[in-house]
């Protein structure tokens, strides 16, 4: 017999993808079903679910969920197992998931993700399907909202466990919408959903939650500090013994490079060779000049998070230093300007597109030389990992699940055979100008730097260990509220 997990979230690949998140939360099903776990998938009816919806069932209509009128569905696409909560009101508009067309939030997210997490809770307390899940997984803050509805249903609940993406969008709004969410007023305590002054989403989540996770073991314990916990610091810090790291893997069917359909010549580490016309194939696609100098490729969001301000700021020295670049990315305006200009300025050295394309994305890391990623945080980073399986050698900051994944070129690494990227420490320009400079110096070398493709495309960041660490914990979970009684 499976054990039922509910799994809610904002998104899921391939349905709705803004980032990592969506990566993460469509790999865990299949991740998690070896051990014994049936996850369903909760997510908001987008205009693209629905569509992608191959079965559906509506088993519960909502006269009034906050408000709302709303449908659960019940359904599958890809081979996940979904419930969506249906609501034209709240989920079919233009813009992105989060944010209207300008890319400004949408003003009643706290209801679009209030409702998501209440209609969670009545599922999870078993009162609105047949599906009656033993533990609920909430993902970033737009899930959380769920656990603290389940801690203030006063009945016994099942026990939930609340995954950290990013601890730097707390979901947080103010305390004028608590009267709308339907918590009784005891709920709004520095105990309860209160944070700052406000409503806090994840905050409300992690204080309820059986058990706190996030993406990688060094981001578990950098949130405990100011500078990363974004002022949830301390609430991390005092349940520190109900926090795990646990760093995320890959769907190596979707990511592997001997049968990537994105690729114009597929490869393995022992045909490393092959990845040769891939380059060519990213220099055509970004109009750089051929030559035999290093590729290095950006797919990232494009905010300071990621670095991105002091990378622009470094396109000029990264093309003195011999290296091209490939970029593809979307974000913060003033970003895409900057690297627009840089690629007027450096035309056959710097390419840009600015956008979001999945299949480029495949392009880029089967064959580009090297991806750059010099986050200021990362609490996990799948880039790097996907670099690492294609060949594609990550340029890191030592942080979160950066720091976690990758073996710095640094001499002994050299010397062992056993490095795999180059990590430097501190955003700055001068210390990503030295890593990149380290890398231009391996990439002279060519065995050497073969040597390094070789051991990133080795190391193992399948699911495998992942899903069991996961496992374990929910195990640990069902176990204790047994024996609690309930
Ligand atoms: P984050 O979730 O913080 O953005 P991650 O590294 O965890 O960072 O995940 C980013 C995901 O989004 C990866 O799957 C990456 O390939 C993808 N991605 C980011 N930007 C783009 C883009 N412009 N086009 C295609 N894929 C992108
Ligand atoms: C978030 C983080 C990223 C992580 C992803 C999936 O978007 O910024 O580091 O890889 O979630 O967990």
Same mark, same amino acid.
């Given at each position: ?169 707390p979901g947080r709004f ?16 520095i105990?309860g959903v209160e944070y700052y002054g406000g409503v806090g989403f994840l905050k409300a989540?992690?204080r ?23 002022g949830l610091?301390?609430l ?65 969001? %494009? ?5 991105? &301000?002091? !990378? ?6 990264? +093309? /003195?230093?011999? $290296? ?98 180059? %990590? ?5 320009? &001068?210390? !990503? ?6 890398? +231009? /110096?391996?990439? $002279? ?42």
């Amino acid at each position: 017999m499976m054990t039922s997990i509910l799994s809610l979230a904002s998104e899921a690949y391939p349905l709705i993808k803004t980032g990592g998140l969506a990566d993460v939360v469509g790999a865990m099903p299949g991740a998690l079903a070896p051990h014994g776990f049936r996850l369903t998938t909760m997510i908001p009816g987008y205009p693209e679910v629905l569509k992608a919806l191959d079965s559906r069932q509506v088993v519960h209509r909502y006269d009034d969920l906050l408000g709302i009128e709303a449908r659960l569905v019940a359904g599958t696409a890809y081979g996940l197992d979904l419930l969506v909560l249906e609501s034209p009101e709240l989920f079919s508009r233009g813009g992105s998931a989060y944010c209207d067309v300008t890319g400004r939030d949408w003003p009643d997210n706290w209801l679009r993700f209030g409702a998501l997490g209440r209609a969670a809770a009545d599922v999870a307390l078993g009162k609105v399907s047949d599906l009656h899940p033993e533990l609920l997984h909430a993902h970033d803050w737009q899930a959380a909202m769920a656990v603290a509805y389940l801690r203030y249903a006063g009945v016994a609940a099942i026990p939930s466990v609340v995954t950290i993406h990013n601890i730097a969008f707390p979901g947080r709004f103010p305390a004028d919408v608590f009267p709308e969410l339907g918590l009784p007023p005891e709920a709004f305590t520095i105990e309860g959903v209160e944070y700052y002054g406000g409503v806090g989403f994840l905050k409300a989540g992690l204080r309820a939650a059986a058990a706190i996770t996030t993406v990688s073991p060094t981001y578990a314990e950098e949130i405990r500090k100011k500078a990363f916990g974004m002022g949830l610091e301390g609430l991390i810090a005092a349940r520190r013994d109900h926090v795990f790291g646990i760093v995320n893997g890959i769907d190596t069917a979707i990511w592997n490079p001997a049968t990537d359909p994105h690729l114009a010549s597929v490869y393995d580490a022992g045909t490393l060779d092959r990845r040769k016309q891939n380059k060519r194939a990213v220099e055509t696609a970004f109009g750089l000049a051929q030559g035999e100098g290093p590729v290095f490729c950006i797919i990232s969001r %494009l905010t300071t998070q990621k670095g991105m &301000d002091v !990378l622009a700021s470094l396109a000029d020295t990264l +093309v /003195a230093m011999g $290296g091209r670049l490939a970029l593809l990315g979307s974000g913060d305006a003033k970003l895409e300007a900057s690297f627009a200009a840089a690629a007027r300025r450096h035309p056959g050295r710097i390419g840009v597109r600015i956008g979001y394309d999945e299949a480029l994305s495949h392009k880029l890391q089967g064959g580009a030389d090297a991806i750059l990623i010099p986050s200021r945080f990362e609490p996990c980073g799948l880039t790097q990992l996907y670099g690492l399986r294609y060949g594609c050698a990550p340029v890191a900051t030592r942080t979160g699940g950066l720091a976690d994944t990758i073996v710095d070129a640094n001499e002994a690494a050299l010397a062992a055979g056993v490095a795999t990227g180059f %990590l430097f420490d501190g955003v700055t320009a &001068d210390g !990503l100008t030295h890593a990149i400079a380290r890398a +231009v /110096a391996v990439y $002279g070398n060519p065995t050497a730097w073969r040597l390094l493709q070789e051991q990133g495309m080795k190391a193992d960041y399948s699911w495998n260990r992942s899903g069991k660490r996961y496992a374990e914990l929910f195990r640990r979970l069902l176990k204790e509220t047994h024996r609690s009684g309930r």
